[in-house]
């Protein structure tokens, strides 16, 4: 590394010295993902016919489901294509273990290839025999080829995944086999099944591995992860990150802010907390801790942007379109529901941010080596209309797919408008790759979880999990609750936002069905938590990434990140106790409802009014300061009128109104100047 001191002290290197910066942290961020995202570890084989093989095959992947969109298969059939061909891609890109070759394809790769391309071809070629004359019936040819599905399912998930799905799908697998034997309790007991039952239910029907979930993820997840793929060639990355500088860069404590904004428009698009933490966080992170941000602060902020971007419409890492096809709700339905809560959710991080940053004096970065607003909007601003063209299409209700697949068209014409984000033709193939490529880790997550819902179909074990959570609720309603956001934790634990939810909702939603909550409200209350559980401790795998990018401490960089989610530990609660904030009015219609009229306008006003006002004043306590320090006696006083003000009931908002700005006018007569900066 090659630098000189100036004059002044201050350190000026050379380009070489930089260049070699950028590949230490480059090196450095590429560990850490690898470390705590599985996804990450995959074979570069840059050169040869095994390379061209690869793309291609994940170029016709990317084709094949731009095709199906307009021209669909049976259901069986284009499931079994998406799941068969892509566990094909697995066993080719990801190697086995850590100390595998990472240059080439090893022998026995080509064997879980052809095997995973096997259980796909019997299905093709035997479909009119399994949906007429066998009825779905298994015979044992059926048999042997579901049982080498669901091994390379296993293996394959294993490798992209990690180890908790599989271990999970292989402990519900093993329940049928053993469910009926006496050693079993009461609760658990079922009839005997044999390997025709357990095997064709998951592979001969859509109930288990060729589930809804794999629908969803072959007709709406792909299309919008390719579309993701083809926004970050374009460079959508870069345009959020500029005009997130460009925006709060400079106001106090500005690269912690540029985090939070960067962070929450990329992960409500690429759907991996645990990508967008390390994508964005080698960009934001360095720049928290160079204006004062303590490490491990830094590396929470980081974390708790991006998991909160699974809740972001309009994408909302895809989610919203798993929770669609999960509850036959409207997708408009859905985004418009999760927008307060959302909105809630980032401002109460922001808020502590800048709360943090007013308390310990922290600047901003200098306003003239900043991008200006004007000057980032000319050069990449038109990407954004790819959004609002999306946002349009679904508003309008155009299907979901032909949305999506629009989008993608619409993103590559308006690319050509600049220079600096046209897309040539190597570019439009390198998306098409890239997007299968990037589609794997959520359908290996997708398929392992077929097997967990079709066990659940055929044993009715999630309505013995339904029960026992309603029976150790003891008829209350808060207590259920409590329960199911221990459930819904539990379940999530080290497992991305979508495979989360779908465990999620199977396993725990349904205990809320007998307090008379809406559908929609209890899967947004399992959906919240089972993607919270990633910055949540013990096992908080966003935060552990965003503290080795930080250099910070895990757990006190995981202790964190929960004090700045906080906010979406709390609005869940809210919106069961009451609808409006999820701008729905479900009076008077059961609970399966799937069209909901809008709630008054006073309510929603009063609803964001009071709870806007309660996440800020939340976020105040949080951080000990407004315009000045508060003790801990203020600090408890303002929280407990933050909670009154957030839960939405007239008297309670008048209570915690007079609290909150009875201590707001208290500290700002009384505010002293900022103490001196500190590491924070």
């Given at each position: 590394?090659?630098?000189?001191?100036?004059?002044?002290?201050?350190?000026?290197?050379?380009?070489?010295?930089?260049?070699?910066?950028?590949?230490?942290?480059?090196?450095?961020?590429?560990?850490?993902?690898?470390?705590?995202?599985?996804?990450?570890?995959?074979?570069?084989?840059?050169?040869?016919?095994?390379?061209?093989?690869?793309?291609?095959i994940c170029i016709l992947y990317s084709l094949f489901h731009l095709y199906i969109t307009f021209n669909p298969m049976p259901a069986l059939l284009q499931r079994s294509v998406h799941v068969g061909v892509g566990f094909a891609l697995i066993f080719l890109i990801f190697p086995a273990s850590?100390?595998?070759?990472?240059?080439?394809?090893?022998?026995?790769?080509?064997?879980?290839?052809?095997?995973?391309?096997?259980?796909?071809?019997?299905?093709?070629?035997?479909?009119?025999?399994?949906?007429?004359?066998?009825?779905?019936?298994?015979?044992?040819?059926?048999?042997?080829?579901?049982?080498?599905?669901?091994?390379?399912?296993?293996?394959?998930?294993?490798?992209?995944?990690?180890?908790?799905?599989?271990?999970?799908?292989?402990?519900?697998?093993?329940?049928?086999?053993?469910?009926?034997?006496?050693?079993?309790?009461?609760?658990?007991?079922?009839?005997?099944?044999?390997?025709?039952?357990?095997?064709?239910?998951?592979?001969?029907?859509?109930?288990?591995?060729?589930?809804?979930?794999?629908?969803?993820?072959?007709?709406?997840?792909?299309?919008f992860i390719l579309f993701g793929a083809f926004l970050a060639r374009s460079g959508m990355g870069q345009l959020f990150n500029d005009l997130a500088l460009a925006i709060a860069g400079h106001k106090k404590g500005g690269p912690a802010k540029v985090a939070v904004i960067s962070s929450g428009?990329?992960?409500?698009?690429?759907?991996?907390?645990?990508?967008?933490?390390?994508?964005?966080?080698?960009?934001?992170?360095?720049?928290?801790?160079?204006?004062?941000?303590?490490?491990?602060?830094?590396?929470?902020?980081?974390?708790?942007?991006?998991?909160?971007?699974?809740?972001?419409?309009?994408?909302?890492?895809?989610?919203?379109?798993?929770?669609?096809?999960?509850?036959?709700?409207?997708?408009?339905?859905?985004?418009?529901?999760?927008?307060?809560?959302?909105?809630?959710?980032?401002?109460?991080?922001?808020?502590?941010?800048?709360?943090?940053?007013?308390?310990?004096?922290?600047?901003?970065?200098?306003?003239?080596?900043?991008?200006?607003?004007?000057?980032?909007?000319?050069?990449?601003?038109?990407?954004?209309?790819?959004?609002?063209?999306?946002?349009?299409?679904?508003?309008?209700?155009?299907?979901?797919?032909?949305?999506?697949?629009?989008?993608?068209?619409?993103?590559?014409?308006?690319?050509?408008?600049?220079?600096?984000?046209?897309?040539?033709?190597?570019?439009?193939?390198?998306?098409?790759?890239?997007?299968?490529?990037?589609?794997?880790?959520?359908?290996?997550?997708?398929?392992?979880?077929?097997?967990?819902?079709?066990?659940?179909?055929?044993?009715?074990?999630?309505?013995?999990?339904?029960?026992?959570?309603?029976?150790?609720?003891?008829?209350?309603?808060?207590?259920?609750?409590?329960?199911?956001?221990?459930?819904?934790?539990?379940?999530?634990?080290?497992?991305?936002?979508?495979?989360?939810?779908?465990?999620?909702?199977?396993?725990?939603?349904?205990?809320?069905?007998?307090?008379?909550?809406?559908?929609?409200?209890?899967?947004?209350?399992?959906?919240?938590?089972?993607?919270?559980?990633?910055?949540?401790?013990?096992?908080?795998?966003?935060?552990?990434?965003?503290?080795?990018?930080?250099?910070?401490?895990?757990?006190?960089?995981?202790?964190?990140?929960?004090?700045?989610?906080?906010?979406?530990?709390?609005?869940?609660?809210?919106?069961?106790?009451?609808?409006?904030?999820?701008?729905?009015?479900?009076?008077?219609?059961?609970?399966?409802?799937?069209?909901?009229?809008?709630?008054?306008?006073?309510?929603?006003?009063?609803?964001?009014?009071?709870?806007?006002?309660?996440?800020?004043?939340?976020?105040?306590?949080?951080?000990?300061?407004?315009?000045?320090?508060?003790?801990?006696?203020?600090?408890?006083?303002?929280?407990?009128?933050?909670?009154?003000?957030?839960?939405?009931?007239?008297?309670?908002?008048?209570?915690?109104?007079?609290?909150?700005?009875?201590?707001?006018?208290?500290?700002?007569?009384?505010?002293?100047?900022?103490?001196?900066?500190?590491?924070?």
């Open positions: 590394m090659n630098s000189q001191v100036t004059d002044h002290g201050s350190v000026n290197t050379t380009p070489d010295a930089n260049v070699d910066k950028d590949a230490d942290a480059d090196a450095i961020n590429k560990a850490v993902l690898e470390k705590y995202d599985r996804e990450s570890i995959t074979r570069h084989i840059t050169q040869g016919p095994v390379k061209y093989f690869i793309a291609g850590k100390n595998s070759s990472r240059s080439r394809v090893a022998w026995y790769d080509w064997i879980w290839f052809l095997l995973s391309l096997s259980g796909m071809s019997y299905l093709i070629y035997e479909y009119q025999n399994i949906v007429t004359s066998r009825g779905g019936m298994a015979n044992p040819l059926d048999v042997i080829f579901s049982l080498i599905t669901v091994v390379c399912v296993l293996e394959g998930s294993r490798r992209i995944t990690g180890w908790i799905l599989p271990i999970l799908a292989g402990i519900f697998l093993a329940y049928p086999f053993v469910s009926h034997m006496d050693f079993m309790p009461d609760r658990l007991l079922t009839r005997p099944y044999d390997m025709g039952d357990i095997f064709g239910q998951l592979f001969l029907k859509t109930e288990g591995l060729y589930s809804v979930a794999i629908g969803a993820s072959v007709t709406f997840i792909f299309l428009f990329m992960g409500s698009i690429n759907g991996s907390a645990l990508s967008n933490v390390v994508s964005t966080g080698a960009f934001t992170i360095p720049l928290m801790k160079k204006v004062g941000y303590h490490k491990d602060f830094a590396g929470a902020v980081e974390a708790s942007a991006s998991v909160g971007g699974q809740i972001l419409p309009p994408i909302m890492g895809a989610s919203a379109f798993i929770m669609a096809e999960t509850t036959g709700l409207p997708y408009s339905t859905i985004a418009l529901a999760a927008l307060l809560p959302a909105i809630l959710y980032y401002l109460g991080v922001i808020a502590q941010v800048h709360f943090r940053a007013g308390r310990r004096d922290l600047k901003g970065i200098a306003k003239e080596s900043l991008p200006a607003v004007k000057e980032v909007l000319k050069a990449r601003g038109h990407m954004l209309l790819p959004i609002v063209f999306l946002i349009f299409l679904l508003i309008r209700n155009v299907p979901v797919g032909y949305a999506a697949a629009y989008t993608i068209g619409f993103t590559v014409v308006i690319s050509m408008l600049r220079a600096e984000t046209r897309m040539s033709f190597s570019d439009i193939l390198g998306a098409l790759e890239d997007g299968a490529r990037q589609s794997l880790a959520v359908m290996a997550a997708c398929a392992v979880v077929g097997i967990i819902i079709g066990v659940v179909s055929l044993t009715s074990f999630g309505t013995v999990m339904t029960s026992s959570i309603v029976t150790l609720g003891a008829g209350s309603l808060f207590l259920t609750l409590i329960l199911t956001m221990l459930a819904s934790m539990v379940l999530g634990m080290g497992l991305p936002s979508i495979p989360a939810y779908i465990i999620t909702a199977t396993m725990a939603a349904p205990a809320l069905a007998g307090f008379d909550i809406p559908i929609l409200s209890a899967h947004m209350f399992v959906f919240y938590f089972g993607i919270f559980a990633n910055i949540t401790p013990p096992v908080c795998l966003a935060a552990f990434a965003g503290a080795g990018i930080s250099g910070g401490d895990p757990m006190k960089t995981g202790f964190l990140s929960l004090k700045l989610a906080l906010a979406g530990f709390i609005v869940p609660f809210m919106f069961i106790y009451s609808p409006t904030m999820l701008m729905i009015d479900p009076t008077g219609l059961a609970v399966t409802a799937k069209d909901f009229p809008l709630p008054p306008i006073l309510d929603i006003i009063t609803v964001v009014v009071t709870s806007v006002t309660g996440v800020i004043a939340l976020s105040s306590a949080l951080e000990g300061y407004f315009r000045g320090e508060m003790n801990t006696i203020t600090r408890i006083i303002l929280a407990i009128g933050a909670l009154l003000l957030i839960y939405p009931e007239i008297t309670t908002g008048i209570a915690g109104g007079v609290i909150v700005l009875g201590i707001a006018a208290w500290n700002m007569k009384t505010s002293k100047a900022p103490t001196p900066t500190v590491s924070v």
